[in-house]
């Protein structure tokens, strides 16, 4: 049988404006969430993980801006990061004007996500594989009808 390891982090909330705070603490609060993903990469490259579990709101909108989407797209690519799959969620919803998860605005861009980054986009049930793992897969799905579904996320094990 098979050992699989994940890591896991779901809403980050990248670009969250927390006009609740006063102005000087805002950009700290968003050095704070981008450090917190790139210690998510980092543990789970440090820990071995078979892959990196994203499911939901890893943008606190759809107006996801060049800069922040660079930065996302550079902290999954870093060397020796693992498979990365992520489930957009209700705060990040595929949409077509959500240049994050759309792949002709991405390239507009001239920006991509890493090969080994799956973004699940579609409303069915999908299962990706993983290398290395017999039987292994990630199953995940985005559903825009309903928000209670947005980000789920499961690993299963077929044998």
């Not at 805002?26 to 981008?34: C, G, L």
């Not at 861009?109 to 579609?122: K, S």
Request: aromatic share 8%; hydrophobic share 40%.
């Amino acid at each position: 049988m098979s050992l699989a390891r994940f890591l896991q982090v779901s809403d980050l909330h990248l670009g969250r404006p927390f006009a609740w705070l006063p102005q000087d603490r805002r950009e700290d609060r968003h050095r704070d969430q981008q450090r917190a993903l790139e210690m998510s990469v980092s543990q789970a490259i440090e820990r071995g993980a078979h892959a990196l579990l994203v499911p939901g709101d890893l943008f606190d909108s759809t107006a996801v801006e060049a800069g922040l989407l660079t930065f996302a797209i550079r902290a999954f690519d870093a060397k020796g990061c693992p498979l990365v799959f992520i489930s957009p969620g209700n705060h990040d919803p595929v949409s077509s004007s959500n240049a994050a998860f759309h792949p002709r605005m991405l390239q507009a861009r001239g920006m991509r996500w890493p090969a080994h980054v799956h973004v699940f986009d579609a409303p069915e049930w999908r299962g990706v594989p993983i290398p290395g793992l017999q039987g292994v897969r990630v199953w995940g799905h985005h559903d825009h009808g309903n928000d209670l579904s947005f980000g789920k996320q499961i690993v299963q094990n077929l044998r």
